[in-house]
């Protein structure tokens, strides 16, 4: 059972940074109105991920800080390129659906705002689904 708290808590941080990403991208989008799409695009993006990360990683150590003091050094490793793979390729799934959704949002006519949304809210569901599943794959959690 002490797996799957430690994928529901990797879960929840992933919602967590989900939230205040996709609400200060959103707000970037709108105030690029104004630039081309795929400039836009790939402003948004850029910003959410660094957001995201910075608020990810902070969680992520306060979460697992005890945790690796318990653990050796070989199994830490082993779990840390697990994760790093499994999160690579989750990045993967997330940009391949995140910049098309978010550009083709835009050219249609939607508000960026909108447009960032709805876009973050598929390519994070995507992401949370390959990124549990791989870890789930690869036994991490």
């Known amino acids: 059972m002490k797996s799957n708290q ?3 808590q990797i879960n ?3 919602l967590i940074c989900f939230v205040v990403s996709a609400s200060i991208s959103a707000v970037i989008a709108q105030s690029l109105a104004g630039f081309e ?7 948004t993006i850029i910003v959410g991920y660094v957001i995201y990360f910075g608020i990810f990683s902070g969680l992520f150590y306060f979460d697992n800080k005890n945790r690796y003091k318990q653990m050796g050094s070989k199994l830490i490793k082993k779990e840390i390129f697990s994760m790093i793979s499994s999160f690579g390729i989750g ?3 997330y940009l391949g659906v995140r910049w098309p959704t978010f550009y083709y949002f835009l050219e249609v006519g939607i508000e960026p705002f909108l447009a960032s949304l709805i876009s973050e ?6 992401y ?10 690869t036994k991490t959690f």
């Open 91 to 93: 990045e993967v799934g």
């Open 128 to 137: 949370m689904v390959i990124v549990t599943a791989f870890l789930r794959g």
């Open 121 to 126: 809210i598929i390519a994070t569901g995507c």
């Open 6 to 8: 430690q994928l529901l």
């Open 37 to 43: 799409n795929h400039v836009n695009t790939t402003i």
């Open 12 to 14: 929840r941080n992933f």
